[in-house]
């Protein structure tokens, strides 16, 4: 079995985030792996960590990043949790690159780790980068790489090399299925997150992040980044700051002041 | 409302097509802004959305005819609404009418299909707009509200046919000048190989009976959390007195005490008033709820993060703030 996982590098939802020249501002000071991407590593980990210990050792969990070089914040992180291996693919023609950029880059990327002639059974995504929150790469990778695409998996299986996913969408409880290979989203949802060990963290630290770059995985250039973005960033600017909050202490009155202001401000 | 200033073809994304949810009636005024609306169905629409359509002047209803065959191997009827099914069927109706603009609603499943039909069509796409308008030289630009609410973006679609999810609460419903005679037509609907392969073993359809509005789409949204303890009972007779609908923090959830949970990974709500009760305000909570205009929060932590981002807020309990404030509410009503 054989596994990419695909990590977004995001501004921690923590910090302070920003805009600079309307493009999302990824200071390594604030940048760190997109939370919900643990939940796909986690996933992946799961898969291999149930198979008999022979074709474990024959398989692999490989992360791959769309990223510049900070990225690598993210794939250490991904090292951490357990991965086998890590790819960054960093280009400046990338730069700019909207969703279908994203998704060309992620899925030549799928393709070239192929070119050594062992397929990649599943690329498992985030269900959202946190940055933008598109939820829509993971979609636009599996019809790239024209492969099936499930997405938003609360429960995941894969036996006999088929994919069988539990989901819940607003509208309904759904089982779906897929051939491998396939393309597979998980929810927040679908697990919780391994904490990495001491011996993996240590390990990180040295392991070795393959670059790759646009040439290396036969990206045309014109169709990533901003040559091949199909929309223009216009402005970016930060809210004006919510006036200074009413605030009541109750001391018996205060769900009448509540009420008041409701009625006052015509909310109800 | 302006004139559009172009002569666009504007598809509304209308699915299911067995009622009309405000979120729609947005879509089709937001369309009528950017030029002559048509929507798109997945199935037959009933009497009563027709005349719902033709009130917000749509003339034609394009109806896809999946083939059977695939969609049986797809796993019958619950396949229809595949986004790669819906995808392919934007896909045709854009090819068939030569429209300029597509305009879907921000669920998950109508992101997925307007992103495969962007890729199909090379089009541009805009994932949850909060406003759509259109700049001098007549490109459609969207707003965008990002980084849970605290940045303003704009951008303007480069390429010829734009897709757009558009978030609830963008825009107030309003109904054409007068109403039109609104015709359903056959869209003849191909499926792209190499999409196949995924199939609906089973799908259990949720039955949307709780009398409140969704919590998507409602103007006014009431949330519990962590400090209800459990017993949503004090929440639900507050949302029930202000007509509101009713969501939860995702700890809330993950406890079994709510099915819905507003956030990030969530519901992302943009209502016109969002009341959070024993909810500390984490920024994954936050993330999708901060857009909201008017923000309130019951707490009994003077210290609440919450707080930072309120307009009103009530240092309390909530088991006596929200039902004092409900009775206070209802008098007012009757009164
Ligand atoms: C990847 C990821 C994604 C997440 N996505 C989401 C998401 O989409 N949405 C979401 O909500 N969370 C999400 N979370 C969880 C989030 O981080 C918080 O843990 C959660 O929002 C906290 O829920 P809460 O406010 O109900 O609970 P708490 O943080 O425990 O807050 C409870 C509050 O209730 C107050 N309180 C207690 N008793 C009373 C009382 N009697 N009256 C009034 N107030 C009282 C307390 O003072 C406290 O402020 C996510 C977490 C992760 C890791
Ligand atoms: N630049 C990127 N590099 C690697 N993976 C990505 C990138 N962008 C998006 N993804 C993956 O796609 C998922 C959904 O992203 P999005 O559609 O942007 O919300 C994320 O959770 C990641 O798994």
């Known amino acids: 079995m054989r596994i990419v996982v695909a990590v977004k590098y995001v501004p921690d939802i923590n910090a302070e985030r920003r805009f600079v020249d309307c493009r999302v501002d990824r200071d390594p000071g604030v940048g760190t792996l997109n939370e919900l991407d643990e939940n796909a590593l986690e996933a992946a980990l799961r898969i291999l960590d149930a198979l008999p210990e022979d074709e474990r050792a024959a398989s692999e969990v490989v992360a791959l990043t769309v990223a510049p070089a900070d990225g690598d914040v993210a794939l250490r992180k991904s090292f951490q949790m357990g991965v086998d291996r890590a790819v960054r693919v960093t280009d400046d023609v990338l730069a700019g690159s909207d969703y279908f950029g994203t998704a060309t880059a992620l899925a030549a990327g799928v393709r070239r780790l192929e070119s050594d002639g062992a397929p990649v059974d599943l690329v498992i995504t985030g269900m959202a980068a946190l940055d933008g929150l598109g939820s829509v790469v993971p979609a636009l990778v599996g019809a790239e790489l024209g492969r099936p695409a499930i997405t938003l998996a609360k429960k995941v299986d894969v036996a006999d090399g088929v994919l069988t996913v539990g989901r819940e969408t607003d509208e309904a409880s759904e089982t779906l299925t897929a051939p491998l290979p396939a393309v597979l989203s998980v929810a927040d949802t679908a697990n919780t997150p391994r904490m990495p060990n001491f011996k993996l963290i240590m390990a990180a630290r040295t392991k070795q992040i393959e670059q790759w770059s646009a040439a290396d995985i036969g990206i045309d250039p014109s169709a990533v980044g901003t040559a091949g973005a199909r929309t223009e960033a216009l402005s970016a600017a930060p809210r004006p700051a919510r006036a200074e909050v009413e605030l009541v202490v109750d001391k018996g009155e205060g769900g009448t002041a509540l009420a008041e202001y409701l009625i006052r401000n015509e909310l109800v | ?335």
């Open chain 2, 1 to 335: 409302m302006s004139e559009p200033t172009r002569n666009r073809t504007v598809l509304v994304l209308l699915d299911p097509a067995t009622e009309v949810r405000s979120s729609a009636l947005e879509l089709l005024t937001i369309a009528r802004g950017l030029g002559r609306v048509e929507a798109v169905t997945l199935e037959a629409p009933t009497v009563e959305v027709l005349a719902q359509l033709g009130a917000y002047g749509v003339e034609t209803v394009h109806q896809a005819e999946v083939p059977t065959g695939v969609l049986r191997d797809a796993g019958g009827d619950g396949a229809l609404h595949l986004p790669s099914v819906v995808a392919a069927t934007l896909a045709s109706a854009v090819r068939r009418t030569d429209a300029d603009v597509v305009l879907a609603p921000a669920t998950f499943g109508a992101k997925e299909a307007a992103a495969l039909a962007a890729h199909a069509l090379g089009a541009g796409l805009v994932i949850d707009a909060a406003a759509v308008g259109e700049d001098a030289d007549g490109r459609v630009v969207a707003g965008k509200r990002v980084f849970a609410g605290a940045w303003d973006t704009r951008c303007a679609v480069t390429a010829d046919v734009a897709i757009l999810t558009v978030r609830a609460n963008a825009v107030v419903p309003e109904p054409a000048e007068a109403p039109v005679a609104t015709e359903v037509d056959a869209l003849p609907v191909e499926l792209p190989a190499g999409t196949a392969g995924v199939v609906v073993t089973s799908r259990e359809v949720k039955e949307r009976t709780s009398g409140r509005p969704s919590l998507e789409e409602a103007a006014v949204v009431v949330a519990g959390g962590r400090g209800t303890g459990g017993d949503f009972g004090a929440v639900e007779e507050f949302a029930d007195a202000v007509g509101a609908a009713v969501g939860a923090s995702r700890d809330a959830v993950f406890e079994g005490w709510f099915d819905r949970y507003i956030g990030q990974t969530g519901v992302t709500i943009a209502p016109r008033l969002y009341v959070g009760a024993g909810i500390s305000g984490a920024p994954h909570h936050r993330g999708g709820m901060q857009a909201s205009q008017v923000i309130v929060a019951v707490n009994s932590d003077p210290e609440a993060p919450i707080f930072e981002i309120c307009d009103f807020a009530v240092v309390g309990d909530l088991t006596d703030v929200l039902p004092q404030a409900a009775a206070a509410i209802r008098a007012h009503r009757e009164g």
